[in-house]
């Protein structure tokens, strides 16, 4: 997890051998659009990171549980110059523009010496994400060089990952510019660690409580493999390797076409479970009477945390599972109201004036709420922390020969289950599916596929599907008649193309 974010000129490396032809002429686009909008100036680098497709372990990171993402093969490409100021310069002049200028404008604006990047979170700008990355990376440097100046740079942006899909464009884009901003300013080993912690805090410039595992996928990720991601007691991430079946092991993404803009719908949405997590921590601890300690969690107070303390506090050495079994137990016991909380409840529960809370709880980010649903929020959270746990144990279990001994239904039978498991307890405990995920749900499950269910942030965006090789055509074919065909009557191929994904795990973030 030290390593450095590599350095690579293989499109081999990067992308399947069918994709191969379509991704070198994106390339060399990039670089074309870039010498005519920079007077024939050529890019020094490119940086790229891609998205990612959560097979589970949804909204939990940032309640600093582990997760296994997978990264994909669309990405954000950033192409750059760059060149140092001269003595008379007060900052940095920036140049962004985008390969598609009449839906993302291009921008310039100045990186001063000494002072932040200014964001206003609340225009919903495209260069938004880069400028978060650019602080990010400035706040860096200037940790380790008091006196440094930023380097002019000129950028091109070329990003595939849908936008509100739930495959993390948002992350890609920070990470990818974060990334370009250390190279530009002389850092010439960018360690993958140091990449992802800055990534983290920086997307929080933007309005949204990041938890970590989409920053973490996009850096880590190794072609082939999932990426199993933890952040308590610290960040960690590791491989892990899919068995070799026959038929092979196969994620589908399928588009919903419902927009899901966490940035825009957060403070109803995305923001208040990262609440009513925190807040869940807070009164199961003051009803079991322990100390909750800070953290790493956006809110410094973690249901992973309460899980800690409870069990330190009682001296048993408990394993994982068993843990998470007995947390399960105690939200039954000490939440009780299953119909939600008001402020003035939860305020009474904690010995504090409901304005003092409110100030608590909305200091960093706004939210609107006028309930807050504490006990099916941890239940979500701690059986999907358990469901991560049961299906990271059956990948490393089951034999890796090529004739094992357990059918390849069984293995792909349970870990669907599990799937399947999540996408309920995110309709019913987190409330953050909708309808048309659902359906698009339930039609894969009658085409074959063994698990399905959202993925990203929900309320729309895309779902991610375990399917035997051998029913993918019948599965997208079902989704063709059943639900884009019906959704938009005249949808068109292309957009067809884009509905659908056949998703093998890529690799992270490179130069």
């Known amino acids: ?34 010498k005519e909008t920079y007077e024939n100036q050529s890019p020094t680098f490119v940086a790229r990171s891609p998205g990612r497709v959560n097979i589970i372990g949804e909204h939990i990171d940032y309640s600093l549980y582990e997760v296994l993402p997978m990264a994909i093969a669309a990405d954000v490409l950033i192409a750059v110059s760059h060149s140092p100021q001269i003595a008379s310069d007060q900052g940095a002049n920036i140049s962004i523009a985008n390969i598609d200028p009449k839906k993302f404008p291009s921008a310039d604006f100045v990186v001063p010496n000494n002072g932040d990047v200014e964001i ?55 990470c990818a510019s974060a990334l370009a901003v250390l190279r530009s300013n002389q850092v010439e080993h960018v360690s993958k660690k140091e990449l992802v912690e800055l990534a983290i805090v920086s997307e929080r410039a933007v309005g949204v409580n990041s938890g970590g595992m989409d920053q973490a996928a996009s850096v880590f990720s190794i072609k082939g493999d999932a990426l199993s991601v933890s952040f308590s007691p610290k960040l960690h991430a590791e491989a892990v390797a899919f068995p070799n079946l026959d038929p092979p092991i196969t994620f589908m993404i399928a588009q919903s076409f419902v927009a899901a803009d966490k940035h825009v719908t957060a403070p109803e949405c995305y923001n208040l479970r990262v609440v009513e997590c925190s807040l869940a921590a807070d009164v199961m601890a003051a009803a079991l009477k322990l100390n909750l300690p800070g953290d790493a969690s956006p809110l410094k107070r973690s249901l992973r945390g309460l899980q800690t303390a409870y069990f330190n506090a009682i001296g048993e050495d408990v394993a994982p599972k068993e843990q998470l ?128 269910r959202l993925t990203g942030a929900g309320w729309g965006g895309c779902s991610v599907h375990l399917v035997p090789k051998d029913r993918v055509d019948a599965v997208r074919a079902a989704w063709v008649e059943r639900y884009y065909r019906v959704r938009e009557p005249g949808i068109s191929a292309e957009r067809l193309k884009e509905a659908v994904v056949i998703s093998e795990p890529g690799p992270g973030s490179m130069m």
């Open 120 to 174: 206003d979170a609340s225009t919903h700008d495209w260069t938004n994400y880069f400028k978060a990355g650019l602080r990010g990376a400035i706040g860096f440097l200037r940790k380790d060089f008091p006196d440094f100046s930023p380097s002019k740079m000129q950028i091109l942006v070329d990003g595939n990952v849908p936008a509100g899909g739930g495959l993390s464009s948002s992350a890609a884009f920070v």
């Open 1 to 34: 997890m030290d390593e450095f974010v590599p350095v690579d000129s293989s499109f081999e490396s990067l992308y399947a051998p069918e994709a191969l032809e379509i991704q070198k002429q994106r390339w060399n686009r990039l670089v074309d659009v870039f």
């Open 325 to 452: 079994q007995k947390m399960l137990a105690l939200v039954r016991e000490v939440l009780p109201k299953t119909q939600g909380y008001t402020l003035e409840d939860i305020a009474s529960l904690l010995s504090l004036p409901a304005s003092t809370l409110w100030k608590n709880i909305t200091a960093e980010f706004p939210i609107r709420a006028s309930r807050f649903r504490l006990a099916e929020r941890a239940t979500h959270v701690f059986s999907e922390a358990l469901r991560v746990l049961e299906f990271k144990s059956l990948l490393r279990q089951y034999p890796h020969q090529q004739t094992p001994s357990e059918p390849t239904s069984n293995l792909l039978t349970r870990l669907g289950a599990l799937m399947n498991s999540t996408q309920s307890s995110c309709r019913d405990d987190y409330d953050c599916s909708c309808p048309e995920l659902d359906h698009l749900c339930a039609i894969a499950r009658d085409a074959g596929a063994y698990g399905s």
